[in-house]
C-alpha cells in the first residue's frame, strides 16, 4: 500500500476544524499539522488530534514531511495560499470557491497543471453516498431524459453579517449557490446556458446593509431545453437542510440531506431507497470522501476530481446569478474555458 499522504490544514475555524475531526479517521492520510492565525484556537484544534501547530502557513515551507495543504480559510484568501503552496510544490484540497476572480481561479488551475500538482476544490456533495448514487442512478439512464432539477440549500440561520459581505464570501449566490450549479451541471452533464433569479423579502437587515440577501431563488436554463430551480436561504430556522429533486422522462430521484441522507428512486414501479445511499450524516460523509479521493488522485493519479474548471464555471454562474437578481432580467452565461476536469 502507499505511503499516507501527508497532509497540513490551513485554517481551523468552524469548518477547518470540522475537516480536522474528519480528516483525522481517514487511513491513508496522515495530518502532521494546522494552521491558524489565532494561535489559541490553532493550539486547541490540534491538541484535540495531537498534533503540531502553528500561526504562520509560511513556517510549514520548510517542513520536508509535508506533501499537501487543505486549504479553509476565509475565501479572499484562498488564491494566494494556493499559489503559494503549488509554487512551493505541495498538492492542494481547497475549500470552494477557489477564488472571487474566475480570470484568478483560472490561472491556478494552469498553474496547478504545469506544476505537475494536484488542486481539487471542496465540492463535497459529488463524494456523499446520496448525490453518488444518484448520479450513478442518471448515468444508467434509470429515469431517461433529466427534465427538471430543484436543488435547495436552506441554512437555520445565518452567519455573521461581515460573513456575508459579498467582498469576503462572495454573498449568499456564490459562498451557497456554487455547490448547486456545481451539481446541476455533474448530475446532468449538461451546460447552464443562462439564468433568471429574484432576490426575496430580506429577513436580516444587517445583511442587507451590507450589500447581500438571505434568501432568493434562481431558475437556470440548461442545454438541449432542461431547466433548473435553485432556492437558497439563511433562515429555515429548523436545521441546515439540502435537497435535490430531478424529474425525468421514466420517474424521479429525490436526495434528502435530513433528517439523515439518502435517496429514493420513484419509479411506476413504485419508491424504494437505494440502497448504499443512506448516511446518518451526508456532510460528514461526504468530506470525509472528498478527502479520501484527494489522497487517492495524489498517490494514484487516477479518478477524477473537481478543480479549478468546476470552481471556475460555478463561480460565473454564481455572478450571473448576482447580476440577474439585481436587474430582474435573464442574464447569458458565458461558456466553460479550456480548463480540463481536476485540473
Avoid at 449538461?190 to 440577501?213: C, Q, T
Avoid at 429555515?236 to 434528502?256: K, P
Amino acid at each position: 500500500m502507499a505511503e499516507p499522504l501527508r497532509l497540513a490544514i490551513i485554517g481551523v475555524g468552524r469548518m477547518g476544524a470540522f475537516h480536522v475531526g474528519r480528516v483525522a479517521t481517514i487511513d491513508t492520510i496522515d495530518l502532521v499539522a494546522v494552521v491558524d492565525s489565532e494561535p489559541t484556537r490553532a493550539a486547541a484544534v490540534a491538541g484535540e488530534v495531537g498534533v503540531a501547530a502553528y500561526d504562520s502557513s509560511e513556517v510549514l515551507l520548510d517542513r520536508d514531511d509535508v506533501e499537501a495543504w487543505l486549504i479553509a480559510t476565509p475565501t479572499p484568501t484562498h488564491p494566494d495560499l494556493v499559489e503559494m503552496a503549488v509554487r512551493a510544490g505541495l498538492h492542494v484540497l481547497c475549500e470552494k470557491p477557489l477564488a472571487l476572480d474566475p480570470g484568478r481561479s483560472e490561472d491556478l488551475g494552469v498553474l496547478a497543471a504545469n506544476s505537475g500538482r494536484v488542486l481539487q476544490v471542496g465540492f463535497w456533495r459529488r463524494f456523499s453516498p446520496p448525490w453518488v448514487a444518484a448520479k450513478r442512478l442518471l448515468d444508467a439512464g434509470t429515469i431517461g431524459r433529466p427534465l427538471l432539477l430543484r436543488l435547495a440549500q436552506w441554512d437555520a440561520d445565518p452567519p455573521a453579517a461581515t460573513f456575508c459581505d459579498p467582498s469576503v464570501s462572495g454573498g449568499l449566490a456564490i459562498d451557497c449557490g456554487v455547490h448547486e450549479f456545481d451539481l446541476a451541471e455533474w448530475l446532468t452533464g449538461l451546460e447552464i446556458e443562462s439564468v433568471l433569479a429574484r432576490n426575496l423579502p430580506l429577513v436580516d437587515e444587517s445583511i442587507g446593509e451590507i450589500g447581500d440577501v438571505d434568501n432568493l431563488l434562481a431558475t437556470l436554463d440548461l442545454a438541449g431545453g432542461a431547466l433548473a430551480t435553485v432556492d437558497l436561504s439563511r433562515n429555515c430556522r429548523y436545521g441546515d437542510d439540502v435537497r435535490t429533486e430531478i424529474l425525468g422522462e421514466e420517474g424521479a430521484i429525490f436526495i434528502d440531506l435530513l433528517p439523515s441522507g439518502r435517496t429514493r428512486l420513484a419509479t411506476a414501479a413504485g419508491v424504494e431507497v437505494i440502497a448504499g445511499s443512506e448516511a446518518d450524516d451526508a456532510v460528514e460523509a461526504g468530506v470525509r470522501a472528498q478527502a479520501a479521493a484527494f489522497a487517492h488522485r495524489v498517490r494514484r493519479g487516477t479518478d477524477e476530481v473537481p478543480g479549478a474548471g468546476e470552481s471556475t464555471r460555478a463561480l460565473i454562474v454564481g455572478l450571473a446569478v448576482q447580476e440577474s437578481a439585481k436587474t430582474n432580467a435573464p442574464v447569458a452565461v458565458s461558456r466553460r474555458g479550456s480548463l480540463s476536469p481536476g485540473s
